[in-house]
């Protein structure tokens, strides 16, 4: 009996469709005027920041310093600032790549992955608010400095954008 009166519930709901005074409209105007906003500006990375652990969009446990303990397992949170949004009679799409880089304290490549992070996006609904993470084992790696660069790519746009964080190993 329980399910039936699920199934009766569900169907009501989307039979009836939105309902008298509904705000979607004005929401769906306000999404349009923030993919406008985000597509005339310049393609970012916000918020990079050494974290213990990530959770989900700006949730997130950062280490009180830029420094960490030998062995430890780190984890890079960022958020992509005015990703270009196309928009077609199908919906919506973002599409971006972010290389990984790790250098040493004299410059030296330790780690170089291309296009490490790839996201294609396509949906009737647009996507807003983009983070990317990346999760480094730093088991065999010496105490010293560090340097984490990324770069990361609009692939609709053709545009791209660099950023580094520096931390140590002890």
Do not use: H, W
Request: proline share 4%; glycine share 8%; hydrophobic share 40%.
């Amino acid at each position: 009996m329980r399910i039936i009166y699920s199934v009766v519930i569900a169907v009501a709901i989307i039979m009836s469709g939105s309902a008298p005074g509904s705000q979607y409209g004005k929401i769906d105007k306000i999404k349009e005027q923030i993919i406008e906003i985000q597509n005339s500006g310049e393609l970012g990375v916000r918020n990079l920041t050494l974290c213990r652990k990530i959770i989900g969009y700006g949730v997130y446990i950062p280490y009180t310093t830029n420094v960490t303990p030998k062995g430890a397992v780190i984890y890079f949170y960022s958020e992509v600032e005015n990703i270009f949004t196309s928009k077609s009679k199908d919906g919506y799409a973002v599409n971006f790549s972010q290389d990984v880089i790790l250098v040493n304290s004299k410059g030296k490549e330790l780690l170089n992955m291309p296009k490490a992070i790839k996201f294609n996006y396509s949906s009737v609904k647009p996507v807003l608010n983009l983070y990317i993470t990346f999760k480094l084992n730093l088991s065999s790696a010496a105490p010293g400095d560090y340097i984490y660069k990324i770069v990361l790519y609009d692939e609709l746009r053709g545009a791209k954008v660099k950023a580094e964080y520096p931390f140590t190993i002890k």
